[in-house]
């Protein structure tokens, strides 16, 4: 083992072992002792936001609190309809050795949500679609039945899968390496169990990119258990595809400490699809939030990625520091810096990246 890889393992261990949702973004869940469904109406997280979700936006999330005066937007259209939206625009500045830095500003992101109650609590459709950047997409469209806040409900049409993190960086090695984030929703079914302290999905699904895909060549399962200032999860999913088959199994966890919270992941994939025959990837990642003040936080990452865990001093690491700033409600800035670090012969492996910026939401 090198030693680089040695003490970025340290640390990481160190990140998870204390291992405290609103904003797409786990460490809100762990500070809070919330389940993902607290806040959103997505049982697993992300995207729109419930009534609870958007009280702790407007009163507890910003610097400022929501103006008494102003406007109560709760999302409720109507009775039986909730819409919500999310518009990311930003600035980033990517630079590797020896060539000049690249630049790149404008929207990254700008999406609309839709929840449609035709039997309240019992049955409804959810659709989360894109808008920016590039043609409209369809990200989410499902039914689902059953009450997904607390008890049993199924989910049937297109949606994200659950595994570890549901994080808002989608770059990061644990959502890039198992392929499972917020950019690869899926088609199947869901069938998911909620209580005050648990939580637990399993997925029938036909598998992200697979050009020949049917119905249950994708298998994923996943279980939470929920504490006020603590919670630990497991995960796993099997992929059946002519290119190979690909094997999951993922740890994690998270705690909150005075201000802090911690949150670490450990995943390992299995992919059968290359000539030399199966290849084992490890991605690692540990993460501590710090509250320093009423609307700011202080994120810090140490990530781990080994490409191949049969071949010896090709790991790749990634620092990440970000002040996040929330100075009113619905309104979020971001300031960060990145590093990455790989084998010498790769600039790509060895760049940095610099960006701003400004999340608006409701």
């Known amino acids: 083992m090198s030693c680089r890889r040695g003490w970025v393992i340290a640390v990481l261990l160190l990140l998870s072992a204390g291992?405290?949702?609103g904003l797409a973004e786990p460490y809100l869940?762990?500070?809070q002792g919330y389940r993902c469904a607290q806040c959103?109406?997505?049982?697993?997280?992300g995207g729109l936001r419930n009534d609870f979700g958007l009280i702790f936006a407007k009163n507890l999330l910003p610097a400022v609190l929501y103006p008494q005066w102003a406007p109560n937007w709760t999302g409720q259209v109507w009775s039986f309809l909730r819409?919500?939206?999310d518009l990311r625009t930003g600035w980033s500045s990517t630079g590797l050795p020896n060539q000049p830095s690249q630049r790149l500003s404008g929207i990254e992101?700008?999406?609309v949500y839709a929840d449609l109650q035709l039997l309240p609590d019992r049955l409804a459709v959810y659709v989360d679609e894109q808008y920016d950047p590039g043609k409209p997409q369809n990200l989410e469209a499902y039914a689902r039945a059953g009450n997904a806040s607390y008890g049993w409900y199924l989910k049937g049409g297109r949606f994200y899968l659950p595994f570890g993190w549901r994080l808002q960086d989608n770059t990061s090695f644990v959502r890039e390496i198992t392929g499972i984030s917020m950019t690869t929703p899926d088609e199947g079914f869901e069938l998911g169990f909620e209580r005050s302290n648990w939580s637990a999905q399993l997925d029938v699904t036909k598998g992200a990119g697979n050009s020949q895909a049917r119905l249950g060549d994708m298998i994923t399962s996943q279980l939470v258990w929920v504490q006020s200032r603590w919670r630990v999860g497991a995960a796993a999913s099997f992929t059946r595809s002519?290119?190979?088959d690909r094997h999951l199994l993922g740890l994690f966890a998270g705690a909150r400490t005075g201000p802090v919270a911690w949150l670490g992941e450990a995943d390992l994939?299995?992919?059968?699809?290359y000539p030399q025959g199966t290849r084992s990837l490890v991605p690692l990642l540990g993460e501590l939030d710090w509250a320093i003040h009423r609307g700011q936080n202080l994120k810090l990452t140490a990530e781990l990625f080994d490409p191949d865990l049969n071949v010896a001093h090709n790991e790749q690491t990634r620092w990440s520091l970000v002040y996040e700033l929330t100075p009113i409600p619905f309104l979020q800035l971001r300031a960060g810096w990145r590093r990455y670090l790989g084998i010498p012969q790769s600039d790509f492996q060895n760049r940095h990246l610099l960006f701003?910026?400004?999340?608006a939401f409701l």
């Open 356 to 359: 701003l910026e400004l999340h």
């Open 109 to 111: 992101q700008f999406r």
């Open 83 to 85: 819409l919500g939206s």
């Open 269 to 273: 994939v299995r992919d059968s699809g």
């Open 242 to 244: 002519e290119f190979g």
């Open 19 to 21: 291992a405290r949702v």
């Open 40 to 45: 959103h109406v997505n049982p697993t997280g």
């Open 29 to 31: 869940a762990v500070q």
